[in-house]
């Protein structure tokens, strides 16, 4: 079994930065494809970034690219996004995900096994 714990969250002022850690425990994630995603009020949850198991292939969705950064520390089992140039659409409960069946990025939120609590973003305006 492996549990996601997210962090880092809070309150931020738009144009502000922000750093997500999800650390796993229960086991090793170093072969897995690790995504990110986040949910705001009233709305679905939304694919913001992906990388891969052991090569570090990445992929953001459109709306984060070049803001957002997603990355991993397989020594520390623990996956980052950094995020920048917030802006109040930004606002949302951000979650980490794990994939446990492939090493490849994936998009798809139904492939993802593992998921944390998540974490409160508020961007200020």
């Known amino acids: 079994q492996v549990q996601l714990v997210e962090s880092g969250g809070g309150l931020v002022q738009a144009g502000g930065s922000l750093r997500l850690s999800c650390a796993a425990s229960g086991r090793s994630l170093s072969g897995y494809a690790m995504g990110w995603f986040r949910q705001a009020p009233g709305k679905e949850r939304e694919f913001l970034a992906a990388i891969s198991g052991i090569g570090g292939g990445t992929y953001y969705a459109d709306s984060v690219k070049g803001r957002f950064t997603i990355s991993r520390d397989n020594a520390k089992n623990t996956v980052y996004l950094e995020m920048s140039s917030l802006k109040p659409e930004d606002t949302a409960v951000y979650y980490c995900?794990?994939?446990?069946?492939?090493?490849?990025?994936?998009?798809?939120?139904?492939?993802?096994?593992?998921w944390g609590q998540g974490t409160q973003v508020t961007v200020s305006s």
């Open positions: 995900a794990a994939d446990a069946s492939r090493d490849e990025i994936e998009i798809r939120e139904a492939e993802y096994a593992y």
